[in-house]
């Protein structure tokens, strides 16, 4: 079956664009809530997205968002918070979604989960997706959803918060001292993520299964970072911290106000490996490689520096 109509929550996003313009691109007709809709306007050109200023965490607003739907897509995340808001995001907002697709007889779910979320993990961004995660598996089915879910490796592409957030970092200081310097990650490139969402939407045979996402090679956090300032040709004097002054760092910056560098939370998340040895799925196709794709964190206009500054106000 085609699912042609589509509620694309978190679709305001950086996977979301991505997501939301192949979508649309395949001729499918989305809907995109967001708490502000004034920040997504781009997507408002697309011809077939509608976005939509809505609390998804409501329930009768998340079942009106859902009125005329085929399929629905989750990808509400976020990477700090307190224990609370991590909870009310990634596990309770997954089960009123499951349940609010029951009532409107919305039969597909899809749900991005992320690489290493784990019921015993320290972190509790991790600990919250798995509940989330085992919450739209097992609700879902139980309310005859045909649910599939996707766990990425740390995803880049045009518009990441990632790697852009070391090049901004990098534009600003000649000096990097790098926490988490020892670890790894598969990074998976953004178009693969929503072409692998895409293919799946009508695919059977992902019913009820949890994908790895990962690109085709290994990298330490601090491979990733001297890529990042090759590619931008700096030369920039990258200290890779020990676990010890990661901690003390993360914990530093977390008295910092506003949006943070990093927190205790993502120092815990990358003491376990971000990587998945079978690879990317071959039923979605090949993986991109990160060296290919990598030159649009090239800037070469007077706004460059402002990555860091976008980036932490959140546009
Ligand atoms: N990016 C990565 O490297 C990566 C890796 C693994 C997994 N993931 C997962 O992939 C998903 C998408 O990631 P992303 O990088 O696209 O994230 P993003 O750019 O931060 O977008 C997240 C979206 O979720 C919505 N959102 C965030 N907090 C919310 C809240 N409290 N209530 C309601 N909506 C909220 C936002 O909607 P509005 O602001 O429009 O309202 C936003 O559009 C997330 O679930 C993330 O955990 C990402």
């Known amino acids: 079956m085609k699912h042609e ?67 629905a897509v989750n990808l509400v995340g976020i990477l700090h918070g307190t224990p609370a808001e991590f909870t009310r995001a990634h596990v309770e907002l997954p089960q009123k979604l499951v349940a609010a697709c029951a009532q409107a007889g919305v039969g597909r779910l899809l749900h991005m989960s992320a690489l290493g979320a784990e019921a015993g993990s320290r972190s509790v961004y991790q600990r919250t997706k798995a509940q989330g995660e085992a919450a739209v598996l097992q609700e879902g089915a139980r309310a005859g959803l045909a649910v599939t879910a996707f766990r990425p490796s740390v995803i880049f592409g045009p518009g990441d918060s990632f790697l852009r957030l070391f090049a901004g970092l ?25 072409r692998a969402f895409a293919l799946a939407l009508d695919d059977a045979d992902t019913h009820g299964e949890v994908y790895a996402l990962c690109g085709p090679r290994v990298y330490t956090l601090q491979e990733l970072v001297q890529l990042t300032a090759r590619t931008l040709g700096l030369k920039r004097w990258v200290i890779p911290l020990g676990r010890n002054a990661s901690y003390a760092f993360a914990r530093l910056m977390e008295l910092k106000p506003g949006r943070k560098l990093m927190t205790r ?8 490996d971000n990587v998945c040895p079978q690879g990317f799925p071959a039923r979605f196709g090949a993986p991109t490689a990160l060296e290919a794709v990598i030159d649009y964190l090239r800037c070469t206009g007077p706004h460059c520096g402002y990555e860091l500054y976008r980036a932490q106000a959140r546009r």
């Open 170 to 194: 990098m534009r600003l200081a000649p000096v990097l001292p790098l926490a988490g310097a020892w670890a790894r990650f598969q990074p998976v490139y953004v178009r693969d993520v929503a």
């Open 265 to 272: 939370d993502n120092y815990y998340a990358m003491l376990t």
């Open 5 to 71: 109509r589509v509620c694309v929550i978190g679709g305001g996003g950086f996977v979301g664009h991505h997501l939301v313009s192949r979508l649309v691109a395949e001729g499918r007709r989305v809907r995109v809530p967001t708490r502000r809709r004034q920040r997504i306007l781009d997507l408002t050109v697309l011809p077939t997205v509608e976005v939509v200023e809505a609390d998804v965490h409501d329930p009768t607003a998340l079942r009106a968002l859902l009125d005329g739907m085929d399929a």
